[in-house]
């Protein structure tokens, strides 16, 4: 597996579909021809009318290594034209067009040789697996970052990792079995953030991500973290912004944003 | 449309909207003034590129042969421009006798800025792209010459009876 | 309307490129900034997509699509780094 964009257009047969929270839903389809993938790359979804409209989506996959299969999580926009049919009509057996993998940007490879873009990266030539990884998702853009969890995880890797997520409640968490399993990972730590409604007896009240909780949960500027970051503009751009105030090297940080248009 | 760039929020107060001829000399407008001018309400369909149309939708605005009237120009061509930076070419002759307007209420409501507000161009006949959001100025030119879009690959006249999508 | 980053383009541009654009490095026509593809601004829509500089907010790049061509404008773009 590359880094680079693969060209062609592949059939997906959809082989499992449920719901993953309340507006959003896991599909898992297995793309003929797919080649692997790495953890934090995307897919392009083509929807096609009978009267020849088409329209294309980019989502993340949650899944990472060879194998045909890839996992997504996709949440509903109610006005859009793509992700309603998905989350609603689309059923097991179903085939779609997809391209890719995309993206050479956004990703994590657990064990790199020094990464391509090292020195642009602030890392000098330190190879990237030797640098602490700090996580931050909101909403569904955790998706991404699930996907270089496990990729993590499949490759025993020592990298200290840690996740920093923001959800609106605990019926919102995706891939909640993935995240409740950091017992068995122990270079992993999750540290969750409800900004709604937080499960019974949980220490801390519901409220937005702050700075401080951002100061107080990611790995500090000093340990020189490569950060990947993924959610709305609104939330990227804020905490960007904080990590940057922070000390964190504005090389150093990865983003993802997600369009609201899906 | 031209949406894809940050949506300028332009406030009544601030906009102003002019004619350029070719003397340099703009005729200008502030928001009270485009108000104190004949205000027109048009029932029209608009032609989206990608393939839809909407039927009868109702605008109100000043239609550009009010605005041309005391501009003097023997220039043929007009590009428009708008808050934000983009450009869009249309000739004169289908701006003027009742085809084109500066409009600042769709259905009822005040434009968001979202859709173009405070004030679009609308030139109903021409593909939508060519009806100018956060429209600022129209500027007179000699010969036609491509905007922003039609310089990359949209067609430089548009008409959606020809289907003059692209170059 | 919000924008994304460089990094959604991978998609399109995967049409015209052998390799992955989004991680080129391309100067800026406008404050002659260089960085990467990837953190460049993207707004997508009608009638097409539009690339602006991080930096500067100069449109570095648009992608026009119909149903059977693509266009590309890279004019706001001096050079392009590629890894060999």
Redesign the interface.
């Known amino acids: 597996m590359s880094?680079?964009?693969?060209?062609a257009w592949r059939v997906g047969t959809v082989v499992e579909a449920h719901p993953e929270t309340p507006s959003a839903r896991r599909i898992i389809i297995d793309v003929d021809g797919w080649p692997g993938n790495i953890a934090g790359q995307?897919?392009?979804v083509r929807l096609t009318a009978p009267d020849?409209?088409?329209a294309?989506r980019?989502y993340s996959i949650a899944s990472a290594g060879p194998g045909s299969r890839v996992d997504l999580a996709v949440d509903k926009l109610p006005d859009g034209e793509v992700s309603p049919f998905l989350v609603d009509d689309l059923m097991v057996g179903d085939m779609l067009e997809i391209?890719?993998p995309?993206?050479?940007?956004?990703v994590w490879e657990p064990d790199a040789a020094p990464d391509?873009?090292a020195e642009?990266d602030g890392g000098g030539s330190v190879a990237a697996s030797a640098r602490p990884v700090q996580l931050i998702g909101g909403g569904s853009g955790v998706v991404p970052l699930v996907a270089m969890i496990r990729s993590h995880v499949a490759a025993d890797d020592s990298t200290p990792f840690r996740l920093l997520y923001s959800v609106r409640t605990p019926d919102d968490v995706f891939f909640s079995d993935v995240l409740a399993d950091d017992g068995g990972m122990p270079a992993l730590r999750v540290d969750l953030i409800y900004t709604r409604r937080a499960p019974d007896g949980w220490p801390v009240t519901p409220a937005r991500i702050t700075r401080e909780v951002v100061e107080s949960s990611v790995f500090p500027a000093s340990d020189n973290p490569r950060v990947y970051l993924c959610g709305?503009?609104?939330f990227v751009e804020t905490v960007a912004e904080w990590l940057v105030d922070l000390g964190h090297d504005p090389r150093s940080i990865?983003?993802?944003?997600?369009?609201?248009?899906s | 449309m031209l949406s894809a760039g940050p949506t300028p929020h332009i406030d009544t107060a601030e906009w102003e909207f002019s004619i350029v001829p070719e003397s340099g000399e703009p005729r200008t407008w502030s928001w009270e003034q485009l108000m104190a001018e004949k205000i027109e309400e048009v029932t029209t369909d608009i032609h989206c590129v990608?393939?839809w149309t909407k039927l009868g939708t109702t605008w109100r605005g000043v239609s550009l042969d009010t605005l041309f009237a005391d501009v003097e120009t023997s220039q043929d061509y007009v590009m428009a421009h708008s808050y934000g930076g983009y450009t869009t070419n249309v000739p004169l002759d289908e701006l003027l006798n009742g085809q084109a307007w500066i409009a600042f209420e769709f259905d009822g409501e005040p434009l968001d800025p979202e859709h173009g507000g405070p004030a679009r161009l609308i030139v109903p006949h021409l593909y939508f792209w060519k009806s100018a959001k956060w429209v600022r100025s129209l500027v007179m030119m000699a010969d036609d010459e491509p905007g922003f879009w039609e310089q990359s690959g949209y067609h430089i006249h548009g008409d959606p009876w020809k289907e003059e999508r692209y170059w | 309307m919000?924008?994304?980053?460089?990094?959604?383009l991978?998609?399109v541009?995967?049409?015209l490129?052998?390799?992955?654009p989004?991680?080129a490095?391309a100067r800026c026509a406008g404050c002659g900034a260089i960085?990467?593809l990837?953190r460049a601004m993207v707004w997508?829509?009608t009638p097409g997509t539009v690339v602006r500089c991080a930096s500067c907010d100069n449109v570095l790049a648009t992608i026009v699509e119909s149903?059977d061509k693509l266009w590309l404008n890279f004019s706001g773009i001096t050079a392009v780094e590629v890894?060999r």
Not at chain 1, 3 to 7: E, K, L, M, P
Not at chain 1, 102 to 106: I, N, P, S, Y
Not at chain 3, 2 to 8: E, I, M, P, V
Not at chain 3, 17 to 20: G, V, W
């Open positions: 880094g680079a964009s693969d060209t995307h897919l392009d020849g409209y088409s294309t980019s391209h890719g995309l993206g050479g940007w956004f391509a873009a642009r709305s503009t609104t990865r983003t993802e944003r997600f369009g609201g248009t | 990608t393939h | 919000t924008h994304l980053d460089g990094n959604s991978a998609g541009l995967s049409e490129f052998r390799f992955d989004t991680t490095s960085d990467v990837a997508e829509g149903d890894r």
